[in-house]
């Protein structure tokens, strides 16, 4: 026979949340204030299906995104996959390098003479949307170990995909797609992404590019909950911060966590909020 939660017991254990991670977020600001900081922390990247963008230049990928998509390629590699455009798509371009063999004025080993590939301009690619193709599914990837709160960014309509993005990126979101894309098992840039999402759904996004305070909300957010789940990130999450404060002084840095502390909390409460997951 299924027994039903004491109504009172689950509120008191929300509660006790709460004040477990408000406890937490005052720590990580009170810490990220003084010299007292733990080293940076390195994260592993997922192996994930390869997507050919995941090699092009931070330019074009920046195209992508202003495309509305996470995935573009030219119509013979979606063929290649077993996808094919629609009737009717428009492509974008990106922009590719042209080079060509020059010699060079040595000679090999071998006595032949020694050639060098040599940039000499760009041509325009065309490459199609993966919302602008049908066809076979992408082979995804799918976390060892998934990340708690999961069924929160469901309440808010973000969809979560793992997938490889540009070097030096380990998450992102699009809101207008309703995205958020991870390229690490690292719970704290799911719990930063989240906290993005959530964070916007109160505070619209100003324009375009990372906004320092935005940023700040989302990794004292991600902190906290790393914290309450037992993942500590205080080294990455301080040096983080520090480059949107374009400072190394720990007042500073501090004096940032202080300004958007309420909207911080706003947004740990959008997660206390969430039905608990079934």
């Given at each position: 026979?299924?027994?039903?939660?004491?109504?009172?017991?689950?509120?008191?254990?929300?509660?006790?949340?709460?004040?477990?991670?408000n406890l937490e977020l005052?720590?990580?600001?009170?810490?990220?204030?003084?010299?007292?900081?733990?080293?940076?922390?390195?994260?592993?990247?997922?192996?994930?299906?390869?997507?050919?963008?995941?090699?092009?230049?931070?330019?074009?990928?920046?195209?992508?995104?202003?495309?509305?998509?996470?995935?573009?390629?030219?119509?013979?590699?979606?063929?290649?996959?077993?996808?094919?455009?629609?009737?009717?798509?428009?492509?974008?371009?990106?922009?590719?390098?042209?080079?060509?063999?020059?010699?060079?004025?040595?000679?090999?080993?071998?006595?032949?003479?020694?050639?060098?590939?040599?940039?000499?301009?760009?041509?325009?690619?065309?490459?199609?949307?993966?919302?602008?193709?049908?066809?076979?599914?992408?082979?995804?990837?799918?976390?060892?170990d998934p990340p708690p709160l999961l069924h929160v960014?469901?309440?808010?309509?973000?969809?979560?995909?793992?997938?490889?993005?540009?070097?030096?990126?380990?998450?992102?979101?699009?809101?207008?797609?309703?995205?958020?894309?991870?390229?690490?098992?690292?719970?704290?840039?799911?719990?930063?992404?989240?906290?993005?999402?959530?964070?916007?759904?109160?505070?619209?996004?100003?324009?375009?590019?990372?906004?320092?305070?935005?940023?700040?909300?989302?990794?004292?957010?991600?902190?906290?909950?790393?914290?309450?789940?037992?993942?500590?990130?205080?080294?990455?999450?301080?040096?983080?911060?520090?480059?949107?404060?374009?400072?190394?002084?720990?007042?500073?840095?501090?004096?940032?966590?202080?300004?958007?502390?309420?909207?911080?909390?706003?947004?740990?409460?959008?997660?206390?909020?969430?039905?608990?997951?079934?």
């Amino acid at each position: 026979m299924q027994t039903t939660e004491n109504p009172a017991q689950a509120v008191g254990q929300k509660e006790s949340w709460r004040e477990k991670a408000n406890l937490e977020l005052d720590k990580i600001v009170q810490l990220f204030s003084s010299t007292q900081l733990p080293d940076m922390c390195a994260m592993a990247l997922i192996n994930a299906p390869e997507k050919p963008s995941s090699k092009w230049s931070m330019g074009n990928q920046i195209l992508m995104i202003l495309a509305g998509t996470a995935d573009a390629r030219a119509y013979k590699q979606w063929t290649e996959v077993g996808r094919h455009v629609k009737a009717g798509a428009k492509a974008f371009r990106i922009l590719g390098p042209v080079l060509i063999e020059k010699p060079l004025e040595t000679i090999g080993s071998d006595g032949e003479e020694e050639t060098a590939q040599v940039l000499v301009g760009f041509r325009a690619i065309p490459v199609f949307r993966y919302e602008d193709t049908e066809g076979e599914e992408l082979p995804t990837y799918k976390p060892r170990d998934p990340p708690p709160l999961l069924h929160v960014a469901d309440r808010f309509g973000m969809r979560v995909n793992y997938m490889r993005l540009s070097a030096g990126v380990y998450g992102m979101t699009d809101y207008e797609r309703q995205v958020i894309t991870l390229a690490t098992e690292d719970w704290t840039v799911f719990f930063h992404e989240l906290a993005h999402a959530l964070h916007r759904s109160f505070e619209p996004k100003s324009g375009h590019g990372q906004e320092p305070e935005a940023e700040t909300i989302a990794q004292l957010v991600a902190a906290t909950l790393a914290r309450v789940y037992g993942k500590s990130a205080d080294g990455f999450s301080w040096t983080y911060i520090a480059s949107q404060a374009g400072t190394g002084s720990p007042q500073q840095v501090g004096r940032m966590c202080m300004r958007v502390l309420d909207r911080a909390k706003r947004v740990l409460d959008l997660i206390y909020a969430a039905p608990a997951q079934p």
